[in-house]
T-cell receptor
Framework: NAGVMQNPRHLVRRRGQEARLRCSPM?????VYWYRQLPEEGLKFMVY????????ESGMPKERFSAEFPKEGPSILRIQQVVRGDSAAYFC?????????????FGPGTRLTVL | SQQGEEDPQALSIQEGENATMNCSYK?????LQWYRQNSGRGLVHLIL?????REKHSGRLRVTLDTSKKSSSLLITASRAADTASYFC????????????FGQGTILTVHP
């Protein structure tokens, strides 16, 4: 059973471009979470999704950031018009059950560098 | 901020010694989990302790939870150089969709 997969592992964008980060949860997992880790800091929750639904996006910046988890295919975290401050590692996690009661399994992360 | 606090922020020990990391939180929780993150890598789940548990073991790991003090500790016994990593606690709040929060992490360095 493959673990959580994220791609790309490294992404370089220039200011103003768009960044798309993909996350394929573990097989059988219908709950996906995105976290951001700034350099030298801990992880910050961004958004929690189930298939076709955003359950909690309280950690998402109000502008430029969006996330989706379609019925088919991976979850996508999209950052429009990237700025240097968006440079960070973005981790995706999945779980089979609701988040407050179950272990999350993390992907390897996508390291976004904005030039 | 509701973010948990971990201490120490950094810990440097010799192989064979024990390492203790602490995590404090501010809300009521359903469970608390500890993760390890090797430099530049993703997180690996270590252990989950539920709010009605006080202590849990897994190999060389021992986790305690004191809900009255809103704190947890992770003890790694007989440390190895391979234990060098950052360690994070994560906890879930009291509702089904309660906030998930990570501590700031403890950077552990184990010298051979």
């Amino acid at each position: 059973n493959a673990g959580v997969m994220q791609n790309p592992r490294h992404l370089v964008r220039r200011r103003g471009q768009e960044a798309r980060l993909r996350c394929s949860p573990m097989k059988g997992h219908s709950h996906v979470y995105w976290y951001r880790q700034l350099p030298e800091e801990g992880l910050k929750f961004m958004v929690y999704l189930q298939k076709e639904n955003i359950i909690d996006e309280s950690g998402m910046p109000k502008e430029r950031f969006s996330a989706e988890f379609p019925k088919e295919g991976p979850s996508i975290l999209r950052i429009q018009q990237v700025v240097r401050g968006d440079s960070a590692a973005y981790f995706c996690a999945s779980s089979p059950l609701q988040r407050s009661t179950d272990t999350q399994y993390f992907g390897p992360g996508t390291r976004l560098t904005v030039l | 901020s509701q973010q948990g606090e971990e201490d120490p922020q950094a810990l440097s020990i010799q192989e064979g010694e024990n390492a203790t990391m602490n995590c404090s939180y501010k809300t009521s929780i359903n469970n608390l989990q500890w993760y390890r993150q090797n430099s530049g890598r993703g997180l690996v789940h270590l252990i989950l302790i539920r709010s009605n548990e006080r202590e849990k073991h897994s190999g060389r790991l021992r986790v305690t939870l004191d809900t009255s003090k809103k704190s947890s500790s992770l003890l790694i016994t007989a440390s190895r150089a391979a234990d060098t990593a950052s360690y994070f606690c994560q906890y879930a709040g009291g509702t089904s969709y309660g906030k998930l929060t990570f501590g700031q992490g403890t950077i552990l360095t184990v010298h051979p």
